[in-house]
């Protein structure tokens, strides 16, 4: 791989096509060095090792500085000294790294809640769904760059890329402090030249065997035919191996089972015995949820409804959907339909919940057939409205029919900007609003 301390850094400047590279790979910069640095400013510019300085200390992070002394993570703090005896050592704080890891999770988790992350300071994201809200995914990464830099004051470097793999090599190439985009149709052209162990799963071993056949490059390996590659290194590693030098990499951004949900759930001050309270509750929480998934930008396939009975009872009951979905109309439904199950004339609740899981970016691969198209062109519009004159303006109406909401949106839209007029509304959908006796409303889930 190229030389991690930046001497061969390439990064995009200029206007890019980045219409089919949805995947980013963000990856902090020297990262526990850098936020030692934080505390410490007189230290920067200077040769930095984070690590053990006892007899056989490895080094944990090193400064760009301290790399070109040829020091890297992992090697044996004895050996880094001899190359570079005027390494200034930390021992290290591994609390605060975890706090400023999870400060910028939150930051990646604001923009898409479909973040993997990878470990305490790189992670994943698919910005697939994100465009309408935040832009194009080089416009996304540059403002992520930004705010983690005015937010934490630390630095971070960004692949752009069409799949895991390449947006993972683009951040790496990108460091420090850089972000590199590589367009879709140019993948191969960015992938062939680099070395074999560049490819992800090449370690040492597998290098020394590829290099026995005179591959020395991606390109090699992409080129290889199949039987001799598969003799070398066996067949599950051969045909990985091909696949990553073709630039195909299928897999998803994943994210972490906490974060893969959108819910909402409110508790009541005093238990809830009226079905038909108990389903507008319902329906005010499905809309929250569908809400959010729109502007999250993703469709949610599993709908979980979670219920608390007077006497503390939790239960939950989930519901997966032929297709994924972001329209809380759909979500209610099966809300509804699970609540069938689990209540009974006369139960009492303390506690609704509901949540969208399976999450994944929406309008890809458009489906022949929509269930929800009229519905999502309802409430879409209604999200515009609401985007112009507050939230309580025309939720609880638009969910009662789609032609009616569409009726009472076209209305708030030809309607002048009069103040008057949409407090009026406003005041409205609060009255309508205050049968609910909710009084402890949380949001859970990404
Ligand atoms: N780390 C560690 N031991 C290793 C590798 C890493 O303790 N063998 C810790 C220290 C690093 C952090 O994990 O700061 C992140 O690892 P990276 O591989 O991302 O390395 P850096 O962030 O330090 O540098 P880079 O700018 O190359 O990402
Ligand atoms: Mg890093």
Request: overall charge positive; some cysteine; glycine content about 10%.
């Amino acid at each position: 791989m190229s030389k991690q301390d930046g001497s061969s850094r390439q990064v995009t400047t200029g206007p890019v096509d980045d219409s089919a590279t949805p995947i980013l790979h963000v990856d902090m910069d020297a990262f526990f060095v850098s936020v030692e640095l934080l505390r410490r400013p007189e230290l920067r510019g200077k040769p930095v090792l984070v690590g053990g300085t006892a007899g056989r200390g490895v080094v944990s992070a090193a400064s760009y500085e301290a790399r070109r002394y040829g020091v890297n993570s992992a090697m044996p703090m004895s050996v880094a000294l001899q190359r570079c005896p005027n390494a200034i050592v930390l021992r290290g704080d591994y609390a605060s790294y975890s706090r400023y890891s999870k400060q910028v999770m939150k930051i990646f988790e604001e923009v898409t809640p479909l973040v993997e992350p990878l470990s305490i300071d790189e992670a994943f994201l698919d910005v697939s769904g994100a465009r309408r809200l935040h832009g194009s995914p080089a416009e996304i990464a540059w403002a992520i760059r930004e705010r983690v830099r005015s937010e934490t004051g630390l630095t971070c470097s960004i692949g752009v890329a069409a799949t895991k793999y390449v947006a993972k090599v683009a951040s790496s190439r990108a460091k420090p402090d850089g972000m590199l985009v590589v367009p879709a149709a140019e993948t191969l052209a960015f992938l062939h030249p680099l070395p074999v162990s560049a490819l992800w799963g090449v370690g040492r071993v597998t290098e020394e065997s590829l290099t026995r056949l005179g591959l020395r490059t991606v390109g090699d390996v992409a080129e290889m035919p199949a039987d001799a590659l598969q003799r070398a290194v066996g067949p599950a590693l051969a045909s990985r191996l091909t696949r990553l030098a073709n630039g195909i990499d299928p897999r998803d951004v994943e994210t972490a089972r906490s974060e893969k949900s959108i819910g909402h759930e409110v508790t009541f001050g005093h238990d809830l015995t009226d079905p038909t309270q108990i389903r507008r509750e319902l329906l005010r929480l499905s809309d929250d949820v569908a809400v959010r998934l729109r502007r999250a930008g993703v469709v949610g396939r599993t709908v979980v409804l979670k219920l608390r009975y007077g006497d503390f009872r939790t239960v939950t009951r989930s519901r997966t959907l032929g297709e994924p979905t972001d329209v809380a109309r759909r979500i209610y439904d099966e809300a509804s339909a699970a609540l069938g199950e689990l209540v009974g004339d006369g139960a009492r609740i303390r506690l609704i919940g509901v949540r969208a899981e399976q999450l994944r970016p929406s309008g890809g691969g458009a489906a022949l057939w929509d269930p929800d198209e009229e519905w999502r062109g309802a409430e879409r519009a209604v999200d515009e409205v609401t985007a112009r004159f507050g939230r309580g303006a025309v939720r609880p109406a638009a969910l009662v029919r789609p032609g009616e909401a569409a009726a009472r949106v076209e209305s708030m839209r030809r309607r002048p900007l009069d103040a008057a007029g949409a407090s009026r509304d406003a005041a409205d959908a609060a009255e309508a609003a205050e049968g609910r006796a909710g009084v402890d409303r949380t949001q859970f889930g990404g």
